[in-house]
């Protein structure tokens, strides 16, 4: 049956150990990346808000490289193949930015190095960071190599003004924007209002952030019905 058009799939990790073992993990078979691309190209993605080219997400495994070169090394023996394969069926390969090595500007730069490929990329997460200057330091590197492919709109918590407390969206976007980086983000609220409301507030934030990259005034609206109204006006559609 086929997925909702909504659905970016499918989810894979890159390296698997058995359990209770401290030796390097077994890079998954490429034949299961190939599969999942061929799956992937296959799927008759339409209407004007999606994007004509499909995507492949792959998070980081569970287990850790013990270096950046050593992560890029193993690294490599999956996306190697997969992204020359990938190409083939109009797959994009896309890592996100999702703490250790993924979100490692270091290994960002050799990865894009070892591996040059228009159809591998990262989804730029700007929550999923130890610190805010490795998130900069990190969005350098990725839009240096134009592989920056998709981004999430992380949110935790706004201020009175209706600003992140933790991530400069304006200042991301702007980077974003002036060099040139043209793509569809999804919203992902993690914080502890009511979920409604922190979805149309990151909604907000990020209608503002692109406003002011483009010289624009935006003011963003934020007062909201009730989580239980807003509901009831989704169901009553």
């Given at each position: 049956r086929r997925p909702p058009r909504s659905t970016l799939f499918p989810y894979t990790t890159l390296f698997?150990?058995?359990?209770?073992?401290?030796?390097?993990?077994?890079?998954?078979?490429?034949?299961?990346?190939?599969?999942?691309?061929?799956?992937?190209?296959?799927?008759?993605?339409?209407?004007?808000?999606?994007?004509?080219?499909?995507?492949?997400?792959?998070?980081?495994?569970?287990?850790?490289?013990?270096?950046?070169?050593?992560?890029?090394?193993?690294?490599?023996?999956?996306?190697?193949?997969?992204?020359?394969?990938?190409k083939?069926?109009?797959?994009?390969?896309?890592?996100?930015?999702?703490?250790?090595?993924?979100?490692?500007?270091?290994?960002?730069?050799?990865l894009l190095t070892a591996l040059p490929s228009t159809n591998?990329?990262?989804?730029?997460?700007?929550?999923?960071?130890?610190?805010?200057?490795?998130?900069?330091?990190?969005?350098?590197?990725?839009i240096k190599h134009k592989a920056v492919k998709y981004m999430h709109a992380k949110t935790y918590a706004f201020d009175e003004k209706g600003f992140e407390t933790t991530c400069e969206y304006p200042k991301a976007i702007k980077q974003m924007y002036d060099a040139g980086i043209r793509i569809k983000a999804s919203i992902e609220w993690e914080g502890k209002m009511p979920t409604f409301h922190g979805?149309?507030?990151?909604?907000?934030?990020?209608k503002y952030s692109i406003a002011k990259a483009q010289n624009q005034?935006?003011?963003?609206?934020?007062?909201?019905?009730?989580?239980?109204?807003i509901m009831q006006n989704i169901m009553q559609k």
């Open positions: 698997r150990s058995p359990p209770k073992s401290n030796n390097r993990p077994k890079a998954l078979g490429r034949c299961r990346c190939r599969s999942w691309c061929a799956k992937l190209s296959a799927v008759p993605w339409r209407g004007k808000n999606y994007d004509k080219k499909k995507w492949l997400f792959i998070p980081t495994g569970e287990v850790k490289p013990s270096s950046n070169a050593e992560a890029v090394e193993w690294a490599l023996e999956v996306l190697g193949p997969s992204v020359d394969y990938g083939e069926r109009g797959v994009n390969l896309c890592i996100e930015t999702h703490h250790r090595y993924s979100s490692n500007p270091d290994f960002q730069e050799k591998l990329g990262f989804i730029f997460d700007i929550g999923n960071f130890e610190n805010r200057d490795l998130s900069w330091k990190s969005l350098d590197v990725l979805i149309l507030h990151t909604y907000e934030l990020c005034n935006y003011t963003m609206n934020l007062h909201w019905d009730s989580n239980e109204q």
